[in-house]
């Protein structure tokens, strides 16, 4: 499956409530990152540490991530807004658009974010996520609600 089928399954998933991944596109060596810090040191370990790495990479990362947004906002949707080409180094750019209810608040949620996924030998490596701290704090706030 082309990473664009790939990224519009995993939308669609999500969009249904769905934590389903399509095969072989997270890979355990699928790293994360949110606004350049990875997904290891916001879970509070070592990227060297075994259950931490199972963790924060592959599947079970997408997972917890989406869960923790999945929570957060009443009726989320996600909305794929745009993805580039690869460039020289094999790097896809693609635009969301995050969008839903705060669990805490009576109010709207939108949001925009940019995934860099870095691709090498037909597989998806890493997905580096760039979003509004402000953004950040609003769902993190709402989680704690």
Do not use: H
């Amino acid at each position: 499956m082309e990473i664009e089928e790939s990224l519009d399954a995993i939308v669609a998933a999500f969009n249904r409530g769905s934590l389903d991944v399509p095969a072989n596109f997270l890979t355990p060596r699928t790293t994360f990152s949110l606004n350049s810090r990875s997904y290891e040191s916001i879970l509070g370990g070592s990227p060297d540490d075994p259950l931490i790495r199972l963790l924060a990479r592959g599947a079970a990362g997408y997972r917890t991530a989406a869960k923790a947004l999945q929570y957060a906002l009443q009726g989320p949707r996600v909305v794929l807004e745009s993805l580039t080409e690869p460039d020289d180094s094999g790097v896809r750019t693609a635009a969301f658009r995050v969008e839903g209810q705060l669990r805490d608040a009576d109010e709207p949620f939108v949001a925009g974010a940019t995934l860099r996924l870095g691709c090498a030998e037909g597989e998806l490596r890493s997905v580096d996520v760039q979003c509004a701290e402000g953004d950040l704090a609003r769902v993190a706030a709402s989680r704690r609600a």
